[in-house]
């Protein structure tokens, strides 16, 4: 079991840099894989914004390349997700997502929203 909380977002202005942040709760000797971040805009389905693997490999979608960064603590379960020059398209609710090694399950947060306003 795999327990994902997720911090930071809210109002935003244009251009802003936000960093939202999620943390792992594990059983001992659980081991986290996979992590990423996902969204979904009002009224649109779930996407994808980033994943990293356990070893630092990543994955963006075109949309944020160059603008947002993840990035993760394998010590201590966290990912965070570091966004730049945020524009209105990037308002959506964003949700951590994680797998545990052995598991296909997919473990997500309860999701933290960005509302890209001015």
């Known amino acids: 079991q795999v327990q994902l909380v997720e911090s930071g977002g809210g109002l935003v202005q244009p251009g802003g840099s936000p960093r939202l942040s999620c943390a792992a709760s594990v059983r001992v000797g659980d081991i986290i894989t996979d992590m990423g971040w996902y969204r979904q805009p009002p009224g649109k389905e779930r996407e994808l914004v980033a994943t990293?693997?356990?070893?630092?490999?990543?994955i963006y979608a075109d949309s944020v390349k160059g603008r947002f960064t993840i990035s993760r603590d394998n010590i201590k379960n966290t990912v965070d997700l570091q966004m730049n020059s945020l524009k209105p398209e990037d308002t959506a609710v964003y949700y951590c997502?994680?797998?545990?090694?052995?598991?296909?399950?997919?473990?997500w947060g309860k999701g933290t929203p960005v509302t890209v306003s001015s």
């Open positions: 997502n994680a797998k545990r090694f052995g598991s296909a399950v997919e473990y």
């Open positions: 990293i693997t356990r070893v630092g490999s990543t």
